[in-house]
């Protein structure tokens, strides 16, 4: 059984070690690694945003498997979009986890935020995420560039 909470602030160096991980940085559309000063910076900021929701999961004997991030952003031909993006520590990859968190996730989002659709922008040859998404209900709407890199945009609708 996965459960979650809002991030708080003694996650900082959680998130940090999450961020940093090589297949994360892989699998990010910007691969450099993030300074410890950077990353602080960004995680305080996010925890005091209003359109940022950040939520961390822990399985059934307390350990903590990863984290989902949500964040409203209006763009132009998309208002009010919600991005989705997770991490799931190493340790705890390839179990199947990566759906429940996204389904959990979109749920909590959806419960603080009210329904809208929820997007998540994928490398597409990131095949476990893509893998993750689908099982969660997400299917394919657009390709995009973002930050230079190719993007599968996957919508879960409302």
Request: aromatic share 10%.
């Given at each position: ?108 989002c ?27 209900g997400?299917?394919l ?18």
């Amino acid at each position: 059984m996965i459960t979650h909470r809002l991030a708080r602030p003694d996650d900082a160096q959680l998130y940090f070690n999450w961020t940093n991980d090589p297949i994360t940085r892989q699998q990010s559309f910007n691969s450099n690694p993030v300074s410890l000063e950077t990353h602080t910076a960004w995680f305080t900021r996010k925890l005091n945003d209003p359109n940022a929701l950040l939520f961390v999961f822990d399985n059934e004997t307390g350990e903590t498997v990863g984290q989902v991030r949500f964040e409203r952003t209006p763009v132009s031909d998309m208002p009010d979009e919600t991005i989705i993006s997770i991490s799931i520590g190493a340790a705890y990859r390839g179990k199947g986890l990566a759906s429940q968190l996204i389904e959990q996730g979109c749920a909590a989002c959806r419960a603080e935020w009210g329904s809208a659709p929820i997007h998540a922008y994928i490398k597409p040859d990131n095949k476990a995420s893509v893998h993750s998404f689908e099982r969660a209900g997400f299917v394919l709407i657009t390709k995009t560039i973002v930050d230079g890199s190719v993007s599968s945009v996957y919508s879960l609708a409302d």
